[in-house]
């Protein structure tokens, strides 16, 4: 398996600025992915970061609010932009094994509320 | 719409007990099938895959496919308290089969 880490773990912001959660894995990796979880529902995906092109993203995120590095095989973040009280959610980023017949793993997690 | 659906719960079962935990899924390409265990507060962790039509066994675990119904399943025999949890169903499809979509997940409880 892979060991991916994110920072921050946890955060409190104000409506209307932005954060960015980082995600670092210990191996390379072709595919990371970025979710979002709201309390008590299940996990939706944001958009899949690949290295060396921009990030395709599910119907109902934009990049303008959700903009995506992924500068290496290792590394992506994700911005959270204008941030309001909706924003407010666990946000996970996963990578997709080269191996193991293309298993997702995620990471620890960044909790966010915007207050 | 790609739907990955799963009994929300609370499913409660003694200790010792086999845990039968299910989900269906509507896209007939669906290529691969994932229990993930969540604990709560903290992030999915892969329980076990399966491509192929049958049972997948692992330990405690046991993952059944039927394609024809669109249907998997994860057994957990022995169950035991910290086997408590919410666990979710992902299943992949799309270019590639990489896309996971998760149900919403089946609350676990085993009581002592």
């Known amino acids: 398996s892979a060991v991916i880490s994110q920072k921050p773990s946890r955060d409190i912001c104000q409506r209307g600025t932005s954060l960015t959660i980082q995600c670092q894995v210990d191996s390379q990796v072709t595919m990371m992915f970025w979710y979002r979880q709201q309390p008590g529902q299940s996990l939706t995906l944001i958009a899949t970061?690949?290295?060396?092109?921009?990030?395709?993203?599910e119907s109902g995120f934009v990049i303008d609010k959700f903009p995506i590095s992924r500068p290496n095989l290792t590394f992506s973040t994700l911005t959270v932009s204008n941030m309001s009280p909706e924003d407010s959610s666990i946000y996970l980023c996963?990578?997709?094994?080269?191996?193991?017949?293309?298993?997702?793993?995620f990471g620890p997690g960044t909790r966010l509320l915007v207050l | 719409q790609k739907e990955v659906e799963q009994n929300s719960g609370p499913l409660s079962v003694p200790e010792g007990a086999i845990a039968s935990l299910n989900c269906t899924y509507s896209d007939r390409g669906s290529q691969s099938f994932f229990w993930y265990r969540q604990y709560s507060g903290k992030s999915p962790e892969l329980i076990m895959f399966?491509?192929?039509?049958g049972d997948k066994e692992d330990g405690r675990f046991t993952a059944q496919l039927n394609k024809a119904s669109q249907y998997v399943s994860l057994l957990i025999r022995d169950s035991q308290p910290s086997d408590s949890a919410t666990y979710l169903c992902a299943v992949a499809s799309g270019a590639g089969s990489y896309q996971l979509t998760f149900g919403k997940g089946t609350k676990l409880s085993v009581i002592p």
């Open positions: 996963s990578v997709k094994t080269d191996w193991e017949g293309g298993t997702q793993y």
């Open positions: 970061a690949n290295q060396g092109s921009e990030a395709t993203y």
């Open positions: 399966i491509y192929s039509n």
